[in-house]
């Protein structure tokens, strides 16, 4: 069965991205940039991210420059994005880019995905819109030795602890990574 995960990494104090939308903070961590085998999900067939995180990461990498590099994360996994803008695509890439409210594209990705998982990549907001329609299964982070003075939030909404059970905790090098499962009443969510 097609589960959905947000699964990223955050500071201590719950940014995923600095004030400039950078990951440079991750990257600095032991293993930041080249992270432990199992921290991903390996189930995921679909990526859906929203535009300042697929921004982010053609413009990080060059990869629009250099497009082999986009298969170096994504593979051949279509990736949905978010946004309302025209954007360009690497070449050889699978991306399709959507707009609107997350309950309409999610035909469409859970289409895609097939019995895969599908990942929310990035960024918190979207993640929270996946939470708000209660088509969130599951929250994994990995919290770097990091402590940032504003950026963007993990997950801008109130959760409340009835939402989310602790599947697991455990270190992985310099990250703690806790993985929580979704359930509950989506209604009990503020934005």
Not at 64 to 74: D, S, V
Not at 112 to 140: H, M, P, S
Not at 157 to 167: A, G, K, Q, T, Y
Request: proline residues 6%; charged residues 20%.
């Amino acid at each position: 069965m097609t589960r959905i995960l947000f699964d990223t990494a955050t500071t201590i104090n719950g940014f995923i991205a600095d004030e400039r939308n950078s990951l440079a903070w991750l990257f600095a961590v032991e293993n930041g940039e080249n992270p432990d085998e199992g921290l991903f999900p390996s189930g995921a067939t679909v990526l859906v991210e929203g535009s300042t995180t697929y921004e982010w990461v053609l413009a990080e990498s060059d990869i629009l420059a250099n497009p082999e590099k986009w298969a170096e994360f994504y593979g051949d996994k279509p990736t949905f994005v978010f946004t309302t803008r025209d954007l360009p695509v690497p070449t050889g890439a699978d991306v399709r880019f959507v707009s609107g409210d997350v309950a309409s594209a999610l035909p469409a990705i859970r289409e895609a995905a097939g019995d895969g998982d599908i990942w929310v990549v990035g960024g918190g907001d979207l993640a929270g819109q996946f939470l708000d329609i209660g088509a969130l299964d599951e929250i994994a982070v990995s919290v770097a030795p990091v402590l940032l003075t504003g950026g963007a939030p993990l997950l801008p909404r109130r959760i409340e602890s009835d939402r989310l059970r602790l599947v697991s905790a455990e270190a992985v090098g310099q990250f703690a990574r806790l993985v929580y499962a979704v359930g509950g009443d989506p209604t009990s969510v503020s934005p």
